[in-house]
């Protein structure tokens, strides 16, 4: 760990912190606009028994009978549809406390995996340091890499010789292929034992033959012609000789690698990188499961939604017999007292529906904002923990203000993607013991291979001890041996080098 950066798993938890707090406002919206559905819903209740109530006195062309029939039938179907709206949303609750169940079971897991993956990357970092010491110190390695790694650079020397006579062929041939005295002579088997002609033929030809100065061309067409297959064959006896000295090379590293313990920690390391790996995506998959689930919730509680609109319509219907303005008239047309207050009470519960209903469509806007700040930031934790930001080696600049960064963008002063293009700008992994300067050629690490996968142990030792001059046959030899060595490794059930790391990323 660095001595002036700030750790990732701090930031980690900062964010966490944050999307928690975010979550606990938009539940605290979603009970909110529970309570005021509820009252809605009885204050509608109420109305619709008080307009009952006018209707009785005002409208003569409907029997008694038949308003109570209407309005029991209206009651029972808006408390139908209703019921219906409160199964749905109940079982909507249910599946988001399941949803978030699960992501607290699995943010627990994915915690104790990094944990251990922490220290498994520390304890690879202490044995491959081992493993080069051990490799150093033995005569038979350094022998077998040296041979090795001579054998290399002949092998490319001679592809490059094989490519450039290729190119020759490739260029003169036509030339050959079009002279037809050339062809026509060199069909004849002119200047071999199967030449037959006699005679004047023989004589013609001859005179041909000096013209065209046959014996030269027919010396460079044959070297043309057999000359890349010959050295086609030279360059795979080299490189058989290459890959056999190389068998023996990572035997040797293979050997010690078992012996000081660093394979079964590299197949325990692997294995909980995969753990992780699936952890993290399993989390996220949740988290959108869970934010899906509550902004249907949402949308439950507003007036975009199936319920909503059946209550309407039946509303509709039943008020289309029992005018609300009509009532109001006649009430006013008497002295009666007691319609007089039926209307009041009609007019307040009336206005107490308007506002609450005034008030639950600024909750669902103030709900809207909270739901796409949970969105966000979740989205920003997600990409967090699928670099590897929260591992041990990742680091963050100290100058970086990342609480500041949050809660700018929980004002709204930052998108998400700036957000995490800030998080990403400030972040960096503290280097690898073998990315490390080297004390003992003093040159740089090994950043020019990080993205192959290979054995990054052998590269640096075989550099080491071959010396700069053979640095880039160290590098084509491991290139080379790269394809080989994976399959040798995976059907010998034994861990792949895997570009490096445990995981999919940086970080491990």
């Known amino acids: 760990m660095g001595l002036n950066g700030l750790a990732g798993s701090h930031v980690e938890r900062l964010l966490q912190q944050a999307v ?51 309005f ?16 749905r949303q ?89 002279s037809r005295l050339f062809k026509y002579l060199w069909d004849a088997g002119y200047g071999t034992a199967a030449y037959q002609e006699k005679g004047w033929t023989r004589r013609m030809d001859g005179w041909v033959a000096k013209l065209i100065d046959y014996p030269t061309a027919r010396r460079g067409y044959h070297f043309l012609t057999t000359t890349p297959e010959l050295m086609a064959l030279e360059v795979e006896r080299r490189r058989t000789q290459f890959n056999e000295l190389m068998e023996q090379v990572e035997a040797i590293e293979d050997r010690v690698s078992d012996e000081i313990g660093l394979t079964a920690v590299m197949r325990a390391g692997q294995e909980l990188g995969a753990e992780r790996d699936d952890l993290v995506k399993s989390i996220a998959e949740q988290q959108d499961l869970l934010l899906a689930k509550q902004k249907e919730l949402m949308r439950l509680q507003g007036t975009d939604n199936e319920f909503y609109e059946q209550g309407v319509a039946r509303l509709q219907q039943f008020l289309g017999n029992m005018n609300e303005a009509r009532l109001r008239r006649e ?14 009470e009609l007019t307040w519960l009336t206005d107490q529906v308007d506002h609450a209903r005034g008030r639950g469509d600024s909750l669902a806007r103030a709900r809207r904002t909270w739901d796409d700040k949970l969105s966000g930031l979740q989205g920003v934790l997600q990409e967090f923990r699928r670099e590897e930001f ?28 700036q957000l995490w293009a800030a998080f990403r700008q400030h972040q960096y992994f503290v280097p690898l013991w073998d990315e490390q300067p080297r004390s003992r050629t003093g040159s740089g690490g090994i950043g020019d291979v990080l993205g192959s996968e290979m054995s990054y142990v052998l590269f640096r030792v075989l550099t080491d001890v071959a010396g700069e001059a053979m640095r880039q046959s160290a590098r084509r030899g491991m290139q080379r041996r790269e394809p080989i060595r994976r399959q040798q490794r995976q059907a010998s059930e034994r861990p792949t080098f895997k570009k490096r790391g445990f995981t999919k990323g940086r970080g491990f």
């Open 331 to 344: 009430s006013d047309a008497t002295p009666d007292r007691q319609d007089d207050a039926i209307v009041a």
């Open 20 to 70: 928690d707090r975010v979550r606990r406002q938009v539940d605290e919206h979603v009970a909110g606009m529970r309570e005021l559905d509820g009252k809605v819903s009885e204050l509608v209740e109420r109305r619709g028994t008080a307009l009952m109530d006018l209707a009785k006195h005002y409208l003569p062309d409907i029997s008694l009978a038949s308003i109570q029939s209407t």
């Open 90 to 178: 109940q079982q909507l609750q249910d599946e988001a406390a399941g949803c978030e169940r699960q992501v607290e079971h699995l943010e627990a897991e994915l915690q104790r995996v990094t944990d251990a993956l922490n220290e498994k990357v520390a304890e690879r970092e202490r044995l491959e340091e081992l493993l080069s010491d051990r490799l150093h110190g033995s005569d038979e390695f350094k022998t077998l890499s040296q041979h090795a790694l001579e054998a290399e650079q002949k092998l490319e020397q001679n592809e490059a010789r094989v490519q450039e006579i290729k190119d020759e062929a490739a260029a003169k041939l036509p030339s050959y292929e079009k």
């Open 72 to 87: 029991v039938e209206i009651r029972d179907d808006l408390l139908e549809v209703f019921a219906r709206k409160q199964r």
């Open 390 to 417: 929260d591992s041990r080696r990742s680091e963050f600049k100290s100058s970086f203000d990342a609480p500041g960064h949050v809660q700018a963008f929980l004002d709204g002063r930052l998108t998400r993607e």
